[in-house]
């Protein structure tokens, strides 16, 4: 079965500047996530999807970050404007069950750099 | 609040076996996850463990003790191919609706 697809897969970016990710789950993942990973940390939840609902975005930063799932399956991180302390690695993970999770399924990632 | 605590590093030989410990604190838990993440990859999933008791899945085992609110992953026969991030996870109840929460991760450096 094909993985979760990102793109792109790496972007270097001035601060203030804008970026948009993308991110397919896996055909027929209800679940999808957006994870912070900076180098040398575990991945942060930056906010969860179920379906096109957002179940979560407590950790989202909301004044510069935003994120949709268009029709509950593709779905876009979008920062504007960029921070140096943006510069990670941006995980998307799918998982197919919603109420007990025992299971994420990862994209590559895009690696932001702000400069 | 929620906290999972495991060894930054760990370095073992080839050939060898190493465990990697993890303990946990949350207001609720249903399990206890195991991630291997190499250098520029996704983490990928490695075992899940819902019971106290032992799972093996090949060269990796994993132990989880609810009691204890600990658990670890053993991997067996190591190989230079491990050398990787290990996280362990917990899933934070929210509602109706679970999320994975990742701990720090801990680096394993195999030596030959």
């Known amino acids: 079965e094909a993985g979760v697809a990102q793109s792109p897969r790496y972007k270097i970016i001035e601060k203030r500047q804008s970026v948009a990710f993308w991110c397919n789950p896996i055909?027929?993942?209800?679940?999808l996530y957006w994870y912070q990973q900076i180098l040398g940390q575990g991945p942060k939840l930056l906010i969860q999807f179920q379906n096109n609902g957002v179940v979560d975005d407590s950790q989202l930063p909301k004044d510069r970050f935003s994120a949709e799932r268009l029709k509950g399956v593709d779905s876009t991180l979008k920062i504007q404007p960029a921070k140096l302390e943006d510069s990670a690695v941006y995980l998307c993970?799918?998982?197919?069950?919603?109420?007990?999770?025992?299971?994420?399924?990862f994209g590559s990632g895009t690696q932001l750099s702000v400069l | 609040g929620q906290s999972l605590e495991q060894p930054s590093e760990v370095t073992a030989v080839e050939g060898a076996i190493v465990q990697i410990n993890c303990t946990y604190q949350t207001s609720g838990f249903y399990g206890l996850s195991w991630y291997q993440q190499h250098d520029g990859g996704a983490p990928t999933f490695l075992s899940y463990?819902?019971?106290?008791g032992l799972e093996e899945t090949g060269r990796f085992s994993s132990f989880l003790s609810r009691s204890d609110s600990y658990g670890y992953l053993l991997l067996q026969e190591l190989q230079m191919k491990d050398s990787a991030s290990y996280f362990c996870a917990v899933p934070r109840p929210l509602n109706r609706d679970d999320k994975i929460i990742f701990g720090k991760g801990t680096r394993l450096h195999i030596l030959p």
């Open positions: 463990n819902a019971l106290d």
């Open positions: 055909s027929g993942h209800a679940t």
């Open positions: 993970a799918s998982s197919s069950t919603a109420g007990r999770i025992e299971k994420l399924f």
